[in-house]
């Protein structure tokens, strides 16, 4: 059973495609390596000891998506990751992120259609909920979408849209869309993990990074939010709890156990912990005293987010099972492993 994993080289997609592969998968796996490296697949194969297809191109190129697809008639399932993910800059390059991120989308279902390919798995984010009001609190499915706050977030928005109305449009197709929360820490083996590309804009790289010390102290953006500590809430969800999710998420479709042909589903713990919480779990984990300062807020952060887990833990059967420790833990291990190795 052959599955295409677009942005397989990519944080999210390596770790699935490791999962996949343990499952008994075949893996294909696209990449233009925007924003990963070609060594990955050298990690995965000593992982689980098979080596993934691959190949290297742009999936916003029109023709060459076609003739991709019209090569490869035996893949039952996409995974999309491909997709740029750096908010800040989208407010920058908005053209950027809408092309890329929508037209790599839109050849894909294209090629669906016309190439007979049933199943979609996309990556959504839980950016499209915003700042949910006190009411909505843990954030469930069924939440309002708020207008987006970048064109990042703009583009998940519109991308559901677009899977939407072609499932109604096209006989045949089914999709599944993962509203991710914050997907943080790495691989047991400390093998693969986040490998961002300079300065780091999340919480968890720019933490053990500092505490590398290739960054000299992390700030802590704001400490007068109405929280517990005054730092703003998310909700942390292990990278392998991640993964392990897209593989029944990709079970689901082939073996035909879906209610609807389009199904939403939040991936988070459903506990939310504050950014002086994590510090104090790697702390912790480490044995180490992080360098940190409390500065002022980051512009279009949001106060509290966390989710509602109960829709994905009873339909698919899934639940994330990893605790904060675990994430930090992993994190550190990884970014150890990795700067000792390059
Ligand atoms: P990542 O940047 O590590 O991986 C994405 C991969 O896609 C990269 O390897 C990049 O080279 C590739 N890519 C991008 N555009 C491409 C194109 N046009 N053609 C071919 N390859 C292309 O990002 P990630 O953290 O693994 O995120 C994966 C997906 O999950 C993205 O869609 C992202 O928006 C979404 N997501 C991520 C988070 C997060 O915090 N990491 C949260 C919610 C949603
Ligand atoms: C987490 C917390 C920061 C860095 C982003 C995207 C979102 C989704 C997940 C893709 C916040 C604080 C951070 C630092 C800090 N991605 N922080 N100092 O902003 O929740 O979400 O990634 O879909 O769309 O916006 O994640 O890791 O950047 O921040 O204090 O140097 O850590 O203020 O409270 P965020 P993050």
Redesign the pocket.
Known sequence: MKILV?????????HTVVELQQKGFEVII???????RIEVLDAIEKISGTRPEFE?????DRRLTDEFFSRHHDIKGII??????AVGESVEQPIKYYR??L??LMNILESMTKYNIPNLVF?????VYGQPDAEHLPVSEKAPIKKAESP?GNT?QIAEEIISESINAYKGLNAIAL?????VGAHDSAMIG??PLGVPN?LMPYITQTAYGIRECLKVFGSDYPTHDGTPIRDYIHIMDLAKAHVVAIERMINAKMKKSFEIFNLGTGTGYSVLDVIKSFEKVSGLKLNYEIVGRRAGDIEMVWADPTFSNDELGWKAERCLDDMTSSAWKWEQTYRKNS
């Open positions: 677009t942005g397989g080289t990519g944080y999210i997609g390596s696209v990449d233009a390596l925007f924003n990963s290297s191109f742009d999936l916003a999309h990751f491909a997709a740029h993910k890329n991120n037209d790599s990556s959504s984010s839980c950016t990042y998940k509203r991710y929360f914050n997907p986040e490998l999340n």
